[in-house]
């Protein structure tokens, strides 16, 4: 049974990956620019800036949907990864800035005499590469370990990643922070060798996210379906009677903690260059709660579903945003109540759920003594952490 | 202690309001203004005198009238501002006013009844003011008008005023001002001016040329820890050459004791205000959280509904109020209210902030969170959608912009006690703070509703079983706890920014309050906002007021591995406990 499911699933996802990889792309390349088939530069960014955002919904999925851990600072190792790759790419851009200077522009206006110490090895591309997985990581190491270790879990893992956000946020709004203070980094022109501004470079980078995508979907799908998995999502369910079986569930946590700080850290990395541009409003506490919604809207517990969160949302608001700007704030919330109130499954569990909500209504219609299939609707992450922790 | 404090002003402002005083005040005046009109009418003869010796004499005299109303045309006589007019029969002074019209002429005022000045025929006189030479002044003649001026500002009516000036003339350090202190010492009644005559009598008497007698102003100086004097006593006591030095420095050693006590009492009470509104904006999350488990990321919005709410009666109260929500027009007429009656406003809004802010609660409870008690990472994300829009709400009905609060003349100036200045918000704010603390330890413990909630927070099922209705109680309790985050925001739009993200500045905060006191306590909450607002109050001096929260951020995290359910614990045997 499980044999059929999977190679569809492998065929779904090559077809995905086809269609991102190889068919936008030449749409965006080689028909006319005022032919119905084209997708214009602006489209083809927006893509790339999504499917990042997919890539940290995936990391909030992976905690919170297969965890149990709803942490809050997500956004703040994106933003982390982000600021790695940006100081990179800060460096590059040599003499071309507004003060031709070798020093990047706010530390030119902010009267800084040289390149301060830990500027100085992001030169090297690979240096900023292992740091935007490594600095991200070793913060969720430090504060996982120090959270895990006190048994701190629930709501007030929530609260406390929170805080961390929002004191990181408020740091790095410091000017004298070393990292560009309220403005951030910005006005990045190459990579690699490749000038940013131009189309192909951000093809290429578009074709970079979806391949990120697919590789920590990759990952993430043979994450969970190791024993690891099993223990991570008992971990889940039922945290205490894991404990019991002896298993040390903070290292557990711990780890998944940091990989995930990582992939957010990647993301970050990918979506810097572009966006263009990085500042603290990144790392709000909002924009956690932001990546939350996708990944509830998703379907989350599933990993798909953040995926389809992150696009169908991030789609819609960009939709909205320029539609009716005074009230996408509204929707935004209307959207996030009515996600968790009427659909605990997301967009992915949604066919099931109606399956579930017809066969109930026959039930009542022609009641049966014992019903059939009564296991099977339990299928919904309905049963999804805190229902069975909490009394 | 402090909580009397804090209600003085509002007594006095009460007071102000029985008519038998107000009525009192114009006798009291007329009075006043007889003399006032003497005393110009010296002024005006003083500044007519032909000979120099006569002004001098005329003007020393002047000092005696006690009268400020002569001072404006003392300064201005002293500046060269006033004019001679030759009427025939007698010269009289005047000045120009402001006002120059269309041909650059300027009215002329006359300076002893300060009515305009008019021709034969009762027309208004104009005149160019570079035409005019003004009436000439000797050096010794400003010096005597400067004399008198200083000794009418010693004569001043308001306590304040006097203080300051005797401490002009201290600061001076001239031995001529000896007399004049001195003989305002014997008439003066005043404790704060009598204490500022002692400090200015010795201030220049650190400029006797007898050792002795510097000596004696120097202890002096110490004793009653006049922080002025600290650089000249330095000065003193940095020079090897004076006999005194020793006995200087000991007073500055005194003197700088006495800063540091200052600094430190005056942390605390900033710490303990800063607490006091921290507990305010927390207190209500300590009943929505702390009792009953709900993660209510909108309470920050309930804050900010309260705050509007004082906005808007303070608008009633005022000129009125036109808003355009959603595309409509509503205006609220206003009672157009002034002075005391005015600053009632307040008193209003504060049970108003807290019923809006318990209605809104209670709708949400009704419609959301009801659905969401097993699920508090749900109720957590739920919330914080019931936030955005809320945030949207406020932006879309009282504008993007924060709203202007006008706040009652009673919430704002300050006392000084002791050098230690308390502003009368800050001091309200502790003293609003002990009674809402009070008021809701009263409510849970005294009264039939506390004790259900107590029952239903404790064993909901138990409860349940022996005929509670728990839903109801549920509501109550989320009510009661929207309402106090609303009394908060109606206290905090005193005291800062009122706008649509007024929420947003509060909720980390309140929720680290309510975690480090431990969950489910009132007396953890109170001690975590208090220590967290003196520890932030006491970094704030050395590392900046970010980095002072930040550091208070991190300090909250360890703190949370030595005791990771707070402060206080509520023990249980449940594994979940």
Known sequence: MAKPKFRREILVAALATFIGIVVLPCLNAFPAENSFFHISNYSINLYGKFLTFAVLAISVDLLWGYTGLLSLGQSLFFALGGYALGMHLMLLIGKLGQYHSDLPDFMVFLGYPKLPAHWVPFKHFWFAACAVVLVPGLLALVFGFLAFRSRIKGVYFSILTQALTYGACLMFYRNDFTFGGNNGLTDYKFLLGHDLRTASTQRGLYICSVLLVLAVYAFSRWLTTTKFGKVQRAIRDSENRVLFSGYAAANFKLFVFVVCAMIAG?????????????????????????????????????????IIGAVVVNAFKSFANRTFPDYWLMIEGALFILAVLFMPGGIVGLPAQLRGLKRKKREHENPVLIAPNAQETVDLPDTLPDQADRV | MKSKISW?????????????????APATSAAKATSDAQALKQLAQAIASESEADQIALTKALAATESQAIKKGLITWNEGGVYLYDSGTAKIPYVLEDAVDADGKQKADRVDTGEALKDDKGQPLLFVSSDLTAVDTSSGLRRAIQTTLDMLALADPDPQARRSAVMKLGMSQKQIYIPLLQDRQTKEKDKTVLAGLDEALALIGLGDSDPAAQDKAIRRLGEIHSIGSRQLLSTIANNPNSPNAKSASASVKLIDEHISWINFYGTLFRGLSEGSILLVAALGLAITFGLMGVINMAHGEFIAVGAYSAFVVQNIFGQGLALSPFGMNVSIPGMKLTGSAFDCYFIVALPLAFISAALVGLLLERSVIQFLYRRPLESLLATWGVSLMLQQAFRLIFGAANVQMISPSWLSGNVTIDDVGLGYNRLFVIGFAVVIVIATWLVLTKTPLGLLIRAVMQKRDMAACIGVRTERVNMMTFALGSGLAGLAGAFLSQIGNVGAGLGQTYIVDCFMTVVVGGVGNLVGTVCSALGIGVVDESLQPWIGPVMGKITVLAIIILFLQWRPAGLFVTKSRSLEG
């Open chain 2, 8 to 24: 003085i002003p509002i007594l006095i402002s009460l007071v102000a309001l029985v008519p038998g005083v107000v009525a009192g």
């Open chain 1, 266 to 306: 990647l993301g970050g990395a990918l979506y810097v260059p572009q966006v263009g541009i990085i500042n603290p409003s990144e790392m709000d506490t909002s924009k956690s709660l932001e990546a939350v919604v996708w990944v509830a809207v998703g379907g989350r517990g599933t990993l798909v579903g953040p």
